[in-house]
């Protein structure tokens, strides 16, 4: 079991930055990939972007691609979200999710309970 807890959302232009942070308890935490998700208001949640144990493997949805940059500190048991060049269509509530095994983009099995992300414009 590990639980999550998601930080570093917030009000921002567009065109600006922002970091979320996901602090994880337990013990064995670079056992777990690491992903990121949203959701929109009125719409499914989506992957955002993951990484492995290691963070030598990310994976990132084409939307966020070249703008977002997904990091973990395994020492910390936290992995961030680095978001630039922000847009509206990135307002969203952000979820940090972990499963052990192998990175995907789905079938997560621990989730945070989110952090409000929104981008004016």
């Known amino acids: 079991q590990v639980q999550l807890v998601e930080s570093g959302g917030g009000l921002v232009q567009a065109g600006g930055s922002l970091r979320l942070s996901c602090a994880a308890s337990?013990?064995?935490?670079?056992?777990?990939?690491m992903g990121w998700f949203r959701q929109a208001p009125g719409k499914e949640r989506e992957f955002v972007a993951a990484?492995?144990?290691?963070?030598?493997?990310?994976y990132y949805a084409n939307s966020v691609k070249g703008r977002f940059t997904i990091s973990r500190d395994n020492a910390k048991n936290t992995v961030y979200l680095q978001m630039n060049s922000l847009k509206p269509e990135d307002t969203a509530v952000y979820y940090c999710?972990?499963?052990?095994?192998?990175?995907?983009?789905?079938?997560?099995?621990?989730w945070g309970q989110g952090t409000q992300v929104a981008v004016s414009s």
């Open positions: 337990g013990r064995t935490f670079a056992s777990y990939a």
């Open positions: 990484a492995n144990g290691s963070g030598r493997t990310t």
């Open positions: 999710a972990a499963r052990l095994g192998a990175v995907v983009t789905t079938a997560y099995d621990f």
